[in-house]
Structure formats: structure tokens, C-alpha cells
């Protein structure tokens, strides 16, 4: 079979040379299409629901809403895992599939579920699905600058210019805002107002509802011509908002403006995002789609943005610091250039070894041969070009030219020792040569591919990191062996014309040196044996005192500082925290060059992150420019910059690590552990013991416990006989203060394509103060006005 191959290659060269450089074509042409990223998707097939429920607690989230859910998600096909977050005014659920599971019919799944359970949910709940990406989606991070813009219009213009725009490049699964305000029209009710003309809130709450509205009322017939008939009431400006009337009078009904503020508000933010230092600060974040090409999904985002610009107001402009292409530019460019070395080492060694120039030229042919059809295999089997799979093609490279060199060199020894010692035609030499050495070759290279075969039977996340560097290896030997059997033979056949087959100069000292070494060794066989146990017991020892770790560890040329202060700490002062530390870091580290830091929870709620916790993302300059020799000198400078402020718990990560972390282990670290109890000032208790003695252990660094203690509540609990007696109910209660605190969403006002939310809530100094809240009143139905106490006990409690 084999010798039959080689003689096709060598009787049809013709064909074998234009198929090889079509080969190369296509190869080259996969490679531009070929999907490239840093680091392999090694996420699960995975579905996330987030929800959102303003004003909830953590308990209320979690029986009301995450519970149910979780109980409905119960014996969805292939489901492994159902894992679930509760939080203040969110609820993070996210259901894992076996591996090979169609995400789309996953989603399908889910969202089946979720709106079957929808209508028992609360109803001013908000949310759904979360967008298909992964883990690692986070592509493209950019900022709004502009020196004449508020926060409040920089957030408008990326909700409503910005994100729509971005949202149409291909790859994109959504565009996730960060920072600024969120515009509203807010009505502020008047609390002595509204007592004086004996209104309540629920009556303002109707009249905004029953008084925001465009509606069609058909059509008439008007001669020949239908005219359509639409009802113009939809609130168009803060006027017609004030002009709605609450209690009609013949003489002078009364309107919102006399019980209520009408003004341009915000909604309540759960997080916050904080630049150098210098202020508040809005952020967008493109989330690349599942499975997209990160190296064009960047580059396309970058023209977008681009073109974008001519359409900004005068002196606005984006400022990009996070680019996933960079990165994969780097990791790229680190294996193109491992290969480069590698292929010119491994010619300079042919020359060296074969003594021929031509001869090392015909066999250095096969590596760029192989590493192209390697390609073309990746892209049909829908691999990813990163730094496991190119890994695998750079550990390979010196064994793709095995079976070239035994066929070449035999090829070479043959033509120079019977081309004047026979008369056999010098094609049927050269085909007498490989077929002589091709089993051998072949069985060589098989034994070298199945020992990486057990490689692609790992399963999970561990196939999903390692299957690309065996399977790619796997390919490119493939190919290699195919290319020696057919194309080495013939480009032998064009380049090797007149060949001396003599041991080159290096050879014959090797000789020197072999010779007599291999004659002591037969003489006294105990020392190499005794050389090889010795050796074996060393490299043992050693590997025991090796460090390990499950992931490489990938340099990404940036670094997250991820800080937790005090749970109970406000979003305001946790920014203001946040604009100290900054500070201090580009002060006193000149190797930073600007931080951008985000604070609590996103819009879309990917990553819900508490008002005390804090991922400040570092720009750096590059490393030729540091005045540390390690990147851990650096780290360590920081940590002093850190440690000066108490009370701040700090860790260190990168962007894509920090994600792998959390999908790893559910945490942001390497090394995590889980206390399980009924009683969390146990678990507290024993957390820190833990934390203490791991600290003291080798190698570990920014050891912490997750910080549970310090959420206050302020306990609210009604008293229903009082409540009853005044012909309320729990629910007007509770509505009440809801409206009043939070806000509620009474309705939208439509601005062109825009859509602003229209939200009563009360004034702000009952947000500001505890005392302000418990001097709260309450108006009933008959215009009486009574103090909150007298219908409820009110404690503060941690």
C-alpha cells in the first residue's frame, strides 16, 4: 500500500506539485478565516437568567423569586448543574449542560420554563435570559470622554447612540452599560400637599397610569378616502406631566404641580464606575456572541466606533482600555515567532547533520506544508487558532520533519552510492529509497500520534484545555507523514540532482566522541544503568518539588485590582473610596498609566457584584518601560500602596483569569474553601481561623474571607389590627413605602426611539436619613394623615 502511494507521487509529479500548491493556497486562505483567540472557550453550555427586582432584599429575592424558578428548572433534559445568586434586588440563576448540548435549544428549553412560572412571580419584576455569551465574553471595554457632557447625558448617549449601533456588528451579543445615570421624569409627591387636599398616593399612582396613552379608534370613511383615527395622550414633557389632574373641582381641579415636583430624574443605580481618580466615569463593555471570532469581532467593533464618531456631539469621544485583540495579537505573534525560530534552527540543523544544503531545503519544505494543512483540518473541524492549540503545532514542529529526514537522507545515500554502480533509472532510485524506509516511518509517526490520543478522550473542562494542543499535534503529524510519502520524493526528485553522500564535518566529530563511548558502555554495562537509575531518582525528586497548577498561566498585559470594603457602605462613599485608591496608585506607581474601576452591579446584571465590591482595571505601560525586573515587584508595590488604606480587602488578577476563576470555582481566586452551617457567626469565625493559617503557609498571598458581616436592615414590621382598623392593607403599606423609596415605574415616556421610564418616588432626604424615613407619613382615603410608627414597629437590625 505504502509502496504504491510513493510510486502514484513519483509517476504523476506533475499533478503532486500542483495539488501541493493548491494545498498551500487553501491553507493560507483557512488561515485567514481560521477563528483566533487567546485562550480556549473552555465554558460549559450554559444558560443564565437574571432578574431584576427593584427595592427586594436578598431573603425576599430568594423565596419569592429564585426559589420558584429553581424549582421549575427541575428535569430539563441534560441538565448538570443548577447553581443560583440572591442579592439585593437581583437574582442570578444559571443552568449548566452536559457538553455537545445545541445552546440554542438549551435557551429554548429554559425560556419555556421561565415564562410558564413568569406569571407567579412578582410583578414589578424585571429581566429574562441573559445574552449568549460566555464566561470569557467580555471582548471590548471602552469610556465616554468629554469634558462638556454630565454623566447623566454620557449614560443617555451610550443607552441610546452607542449601544444600538454596536449591537448590529456581527459576533456581538450585547453591549453592557456601565456607570453614569439613567434619565427618568420623576414625579417627588409633596407629603403636606398632599395631606392638605386629601389625596393619597395611590390616587396619584392611577392618574399618572390612566394619563399616559396614545390609542387608535379605527377608521371612518370620508368620501373616497379612509382616515384613520388616533388619540394623542401620551406625556410628551414635564409640562403634561404636571398638568394631569389628580381631584377634579369645577372651579380649580387640582393638578399634579400642586401636591408634587415634576423634574428629570434617575434611577436607583447598583453600582457605579470611577476613572483615574478624577470622578465618575461611563463605561460600555461589548460582550462577544458564543463562539465568535474575537480577533474580528474587535476589529469590527473598533471601525464601528469609528464611524460612529462623525455622529457624536462636538468634543465627545470614546476611549477604548481593554481590547481583546491585542492580546490575541500578542499570544499570535509569541507562537508565530516560536515557530520562525524553531523552523530555522531545525534548517540550520539539516545543514549541519545532512551536509546538503539542497537536501535540507527539501526537507525544511514539509514544515510549512504541514503547518497549512494542519489549518485547513483546524478550520473543517471548527478549532479555534489560541495559545493551546498553536501550542500544540509549536511542540510538534521538530517532529514533522522525522519521517522527511529518514526518507531524504536515505534518498541522499542511495543516489550517491549507485549512481555509477548501477544502471537503474534515477527515478526508480529515488523510489526504491522511500519505499525501503516508508514502513518503518509510518509506524514511527502512528506510535508518536497515538501517545497523545489519550489526550482527546478527557472530557469536561480538562478536553476542552487540552484536546486542541493533542489534536492539533495529531493533524500535523498526519499530514507531515502524507506529505512525506508523497510530496518529499517528488521535490527529491526536482532538487537532489547531483549528490555526494559524504558524513559532514560535525557527523564525523560526533563519530569521534560516540565510538569509543558506546565501547565502554558495552565493556561496562553497570555504569549506564547505575547513570539511568540515578538520573530517573533525580528527575523524581525534583518533579515532587515542582509547583502545579491546573492553568497555564497567561501574561495578559493587564492587571484588576478587585477590592471589598464594609458591606454596609453606601455606593456613594464606596466611589469615593474607590477615587482615593486611585490616586494613591498613579502617584505612587508611575508603571500604571490610568485605572478605570467598576463598582457593584452591571445594567445587564452578568456580573452582580455588591455596592462594597469593587474591580479596578489597571492600564500599564509595557514591560520594557517598568523600573521592576518581575511583574511580582510590581504587584508588590502595589500591595504596599493598598495596604496603607484599612480595612480595604484586596486581591490581584487579570481580566480572562478572574473569569476563569469564577467559572472554575464560583470565586475570584486560585484556591477556594467552602464552610457549610447553620450559624454564620460559626462560619465567620471559623472562615478567619482558615484564612489565618493559610496565610502563614509558603507561596500564598492576599488570603481573605468573603466579607458577611455588617448588612443592616432596617426592619419594618407592620402591625395588621392597626392597619385594619384604618381600612388598609399590608399591601397599601408596603406599596406605599416601596413608591416613596425605590420608586416605582408608573409607566414610559416615548422620546423618538427613546424610551424614558416615568417614576414616582419620594424626595431624597428620606433616602438620606433614618430619621427622616421614621417620621414618614401616611394620607388615607378620607384626608387624615397619620405617622408611619402607628402602624408598624420599626427596628434596625444587622
Known amino acids: 500500500m505504502l509502496h504504491r502511494i510513493i510510486q502514484f507521487a513519483l509517476t504523476q509529479r506533475l499533478l503532486i506539485l500542483i495539488v501541493t500548491i493548491i494545498l498551500a493556497i487553501a491553507g493560507w486562505k483557512a488561515f485567514q478565516t481560521l477563528p483566533i483567540d487567546a485562550f480556549p472557550d473552555v465554558s460549559t453550555t450554559q444558560v443564565k437568567m437574571i432578574i431584576k427586582a427593584p427595592g427586594m432584599t436578598p431573603e425576599e429575592v430568594e423565596t419569592r423569586i429564585t426559589a420558584l424558578i429553581e424549582v421549575e428548572m ?23 449542560f452536559e457538553d455537545g448540548t445545541d445552546i440554542y435549544w438549551a435557551r429554548q428549553q429554559v425560556s419555556e420554563r421561565l415564562n410558564a412560572i413568569w406569571g407567579d412571580l412578582p410583578m414589578d419584576i424585571d429581566g429574562g435570559i441573559a445574552p449568549m455569551t460566555t464566561p470569557l465574553g467580555e471582548m471590548f471595554m471602552f469610556t465616554i470622554e468629554s469634558e462638556q457632557l454630565s454623566i447623566m447625558e454620557k449614560r443617555t448617549l451610550l443607552d441610546w447612540v452607542l449601544r444600538p449601533a454596536l449591537r448590529t456588528v456581527p459576533g456581538v451579543a450585547d453591549v453592557n452599560a456601565l456607570g453614569g445615570l439613567v434619565r427618568t421624569f420623576e414625579v417627588t409627591p409633596d407629603s403636606t400637599l398632599m395631606n392638605a387636599q386629601g389625596i393619597t398616593l395611590d390616587t396619584l399612582r392611577s392618574a399618572l397610569k ?81 463562539g465568535a471570532n474575537a480577533s474580528e469581532l474587535v476589529q469590527a467593533v473598533s471601525l464601528k466606533l469609528e464611524e460612529l464618531q462623525s455622529s457624536l456631539p462636538e468634543g465627545v469621544t470614546t476611549r477604548v482600555f481593554y481590547n481583546r485583540g491585542n492580546l490575541v495579537d500578542r499570544a499570535v505573534q509569541t507562537v508565530a515567532t516560536a515557530l520562525g525560530e524553531a523552523i530555522i534552527l531545525i534548517l540550520i540543523l539539516l545543514v549541519l547533520f545532512l551536509g546538503n544544503l539542497r537536501a535540507a531545503l527539501t526537507v ?30 509549536a511542540i510538534a514542529i521538530g517532529m514533522l520533519v522525522d519521517a522527511a ?55 469536561g473542562l ?27 520524493p517528488v521535490l527529491a526528485s526536482v532538487l537532489l540532482k547531483n549528490v555526494s553522500h559524504k558524513d559532514p564535518i560535525l557527523v564525523r566529530a560526533l563519530d569521534r566522541i560516540y565510538t569509543p563511548t558506546l565501547k565502554f558502555c558495552l565493556q561496562f554495562s553497570w555504569v549506564p544503568i547505575l547513570a539511568a537509575l540515578v538520573a530517573l531518582a533525580v528527575t523524581v525528586v525534583l518533579y515532587l518539588q515542582l509547583g502545579k497548577s491546573f492553568m497555564p498561566t497567561l501574561d495578559e498585559g493587564n492587571i484588576i485590582v478587585q477590592t471589598e470594603k464594609l ?56 514591560r520594557e518601560e517598568w523600573s521592576f525586573k518581575t511583574k511580582d515587584e510590581f504587584i508588590e508595590k502595589l ?29 475570584r481566586g486560585d484556591v477556594a474553601i467552602k464552610l457549610f452551617g447553620d450559624d454564620l457567626d460559626t462560619l465567620n469565625v471559623k472562615a478567619q481561623e482558615i484564612a489565618n493559617v493559610i496565610e502563614k503557609l509558603e507561596g500564598a498571598e492576599d488570603v481573605f474571607t468573603a466579607q458577611n458581616e455588617g448588612v443592616q436592615y432596617l426592619r419594618v414590621v407592620i402591625d395588621r ?73 420599626l427596628e434596625r437590625v444587622a
Not at 364 to 388: E, Y
Open 364 to 393: 525544511a519544505l514539509i514544515l510549512p506544508l504541514a503547518a497549512l494543512s494542519t489549518v485547513i483540518l483546524m478550520r473543517q473541524f471548527d478549532l479555534s487558532a489560541n495559545l493551546m492549540s498553536l501550542g500544540g503545532l
Open 462 to 488: 480538562e478536553g476542552k484545555l487540552f484536546s486542541p494542543v493533542a489534536i492539533t499535534i495529531v493533524f500535523a503529524l498526519g499530514a507531515s507523514l502524507v506529505l512525506s510519502l508523497t510530496v518529499i
Open 74 to 96: 427541575l428535569g430539563i433534559p441534560k441538565q448538570n448543574m443548577l447553581r443560583s445568586i440572591s442579592k439585593y434586588a437581583l437574582a442570578d440563576i444559571t443552568v449548566d
Open 721 to 793: 389590627l392597626a392597619v385594619g382598623r384604618l381600612g388598609l392593607s399590608i399591601d397599601d403599606v408596603e406599596n406605599t413605602l416601596r413608591s416613596l423609596i425605590e420608586g416605582q415605574n408608573m409607566g414610559t415616556i416615548y422620546e423618538k426611539s427613546r424610551r424614558i421610564p416615568l417614576i414616582i418616588k419620594g424626595s431624597g432626604d428620606l433616602r438620606q436619613s433614618a430619621d427622616e424615613f421614621i417620621n414618614l407619613r401616611l394620607t388615607l382615603d378620607d384626608g387624615r394623615s397619620i405617622p408611619l410608627t402607628s402602624l408598624a414597629r
Open 567 to 622: 458591606p454596609s457602605i453606601n455606593l456613594d462613599e464606596s466611589l469615593r473610596i474607590d477615587n482615593m485608591v486611585e490616586k494613591a496608585i498613579l502617584e505612587k506607581v508611575p508603571e500604571v498609566t490610568g485605572i478605570i474601576a467598576r463598582t457593584g452591579s452591571d445594567e445587564i446584571g452578568l456580573d452582580p457584584m455588591g455596592l462594597n465590591q469593587t474591580d479596578m482595571f489597571l492600564e500599564i505601560k509595557p
Open 210 to 290: 390612566e394619563n399616559n396613552r396614545n390609542d387608535g379608534a379605527g377608521q371612518l370613511i370620508d368620501g373616497e378616502e379612509t382616515l384613520l383615527i388616533r388619540s394623542d395622550g401620551s406625556i410628551q414633557s414635564l409640562q403634561d406631566i404636571g398638568d394631569i389632574v389628580v381631584k377634579s373641582h369645577p372651579i380649580e381641579p387640582v393638578r399634579i404641580r400642586n401636591i408634587a415636583s415634576v423634574s428629570i430624574g434617575s434611577l436607583t443605580r447598583y453600582g457605579g464606575v470611577t476613572r483615574n481618580g478624577q470622578g465618575e466615569a461611563v463605561e460600555g463593555l461589548v460582550l462577544g456572541l458564543r
Open 639 to 667: 500591595r504596599n500602596v493598598l495596604g496603607e488604606f484599612p480595612g480595604l480587602v484586596f486581591g490581584f488578577t487579570q481580566p480572562i483569569e478572574m473569569r476563569v476563576s469564577e467559572m472554575l470555582t464560583g470565586v
Open 405 to 459: 529526514v529518514v526518507i531524504v537522507e536515505n534518498i541522499v545515500s542511495e543516489l550517491a552510492h549507485k549512481k555509477k554502480t548501477t544502471l537503474l533509472p534515477r527515478l526508480h532510485l529515488i523510489y526504491r529509497s522511500a519505499a525501503d524506509v516508508a514502513l518503518p516511518v509510518t509506524t514511527g509517526i502512528i506510535i508518536i500520534m497515538v501517545v497523545f490520543l489519550p489526550l482527546l478522550t478527557l472530557q
